[in-house]
Structure formats: C-alpha cells, structure tokens
T-cell receptor, first 112, second 118 residues
Framework: DQQVKQNSPSLSVQEGRISILNCDYT??????FLWYKKYPAEGPTFLIS?????DKNEDGRFTVFLNKSAKHLSLHIVPSQPGDSAVYFC???????????FGTGTRLKVLA | DAGITQSPRHKVTETGTPVTLRCHQT?????MYWYRQDPGHGLRLIHY???????DKGEVSDGYSVSRSKTEDFLLTLESATSSQTSVYFC?????????????????FGPGTRLTVT
C-alpha cells in the first residue's frame, strides 16, 4: 500500500506560468514533508520542506501548501522556468522515525 | 553541496555474484540511507543507519545487507545479485548539527550508482 502518492506522472506548463504539483498521503502520523527535484543522472536535490505545524512555507519561487485534514500537499512554482524541467518527488516522515517515504514522482516539463 | 560520494558510479555484474556499493560522507551526519530508484516506483528505502553499527530495514530490504563501522561510511551489499536488483542506487544523509527541528531533517543525496545485473 503506497503511503505517499503522486497521481500525476507528468505535467507540462508554459514558461512564466504557475506549476502545481500534488501529493497525497495516507499515514496520519506523517508530520514532516519534503520536496525534491531530480535531473537525469543526478541525485535528488532538496527543494523545500514543511512541518505539520504550518500550512504554508515559501522559498523564492517555490511554495509548499499543506492541508492536513485532506492529507494533501502541493508545490507551487511561480513563475515556471525551463530549468525547472525535472522529476519532482514528495516525501513524508513521522517525527522521531527519521525514515522517509517517497512518492513515485511527477515529471515536469516547462515549455519555452 | 553536502559531501557525499558513491562508488562505483557504474557497475555491471553477473547474476549470483556478490556486490558491494560504498557511500562516503564528509559531513559527520548521523543518519545514512540507501534507496533504489526504479521506473514507476520512485525512491524506495532499502536500509538506513542511525549511528555506527546501528541499522534498520526499509521497505525493500530483502536480498540486501548493510554495514556501518564508522560514521563516514555506509556499505550496501548484495550477497548474490539478481536481475531484479538492476537499478539506480542512491545514498542519502541527514541529521547534521543544527539542521532542522528536532525529529525532522532534510536529506541530502549522493550522485547515484547505476547497477546492472546480467
């Protein structure tokens, strides 16, 4: 049973527009969430995180929103740039476990 | 960038042979992890370590063993490689001093090892 789900395998967005990547989780013990970006032939790169005490965290063009009641988080990228084209993974962890469960990823393509 | 290296970066081996992958960090982070990445599955945790000689299983640990004899090195061993273990393997670290709130840490990943079992 997949505890962290990214139901959209791919997404295409025009340059300058907003990209919204979604992630759902099932385990109510998860209280820390992370987003990673991955380019081909490289390791994932940490982007942004959010803990369950917040519902929003912003870092430059990247904003993560957390809806605990819906067990849903989303990553917004505004404005999208061609260099943002990559696979994005969300991950979740329960405090004290130090184990992370990853989603299957969403491939974002930003069209110039 | 976190100082994480993986070796080898590429390896081709035959079914039934033992294989050891190495992860080395220079960051003195407490936690180290091994993941595999496969199409349609994302990143799946194989084993992780929460200190020297302290390890635990992840989601897909069957057929793999690990060892951590010193803080900086975390080894992943496939005792008898099978074709289903063909994958890209990533090491990650977390839990550095001052990093994140208690109970929550960002992970930093190595460049990966592409393993092909023929």
């Amino acid at each position: 049973d997949q505890q962290v789900k990214q139901n959209s395998p791919s997404l295409s967005v025009q340059e300058g527009r907003i990209s919204i990547l979604n992630c759902d989780y099932t385990n109510s013990m998860f209280d820390y969430f992370l987003w990673y970006k991955k380019y081909p032939a490289e390791g994932p790169t940490f982007l942004i995180s959010i803990s369950s005490i917040k519902d929003k965290n912003e870092d430059g063009r990247f904003t993560v929103f957390l809806n605990k009641s819906a067990k849903h988080l989303s990553l917004h990228i505004v404005p999208s740039q061609p260099g943002d084209s990559a696979v994005y993974f969300c991950a979740a962890s329960a405090s004290g476990t130090y184990k992370y469960i990853f989603g299957t990823g969403t491939r974002l393509k930003v069209l110039a | 960038d976190a100082g994480i290296t993986q070796s080898p970066r590429h390896k081709v081996t035959e079914t039934g042979t033992p294989v050891t992958l190495r992860c080395h960090q220079t960051e003195n982070h407490r936690y180290m992890y091994w993941y595999r990445q496969d199409p349609g599955h994302g990143l799946r945790l194989i084993h992780y370590s929460y200190g020297v000689k302290d390890t635990d299983k992840g989601e897909v640990s069957d057929g793999y063993s690990v060892s951590r004899s010193k803080t900086e090195d975390f080894l992943l061993t496939l005792e008898s490689a099978t074709s289903s273990q063909t994958s890209v393997y990533f090491c990650a670290i977390s839990g550095g001093i001052g990093q994140g709130a208690i109970g929550s840490y960002e992970q930093y990943f190595g460049p990966g090892t592409r393993l092909t079992v023929t």
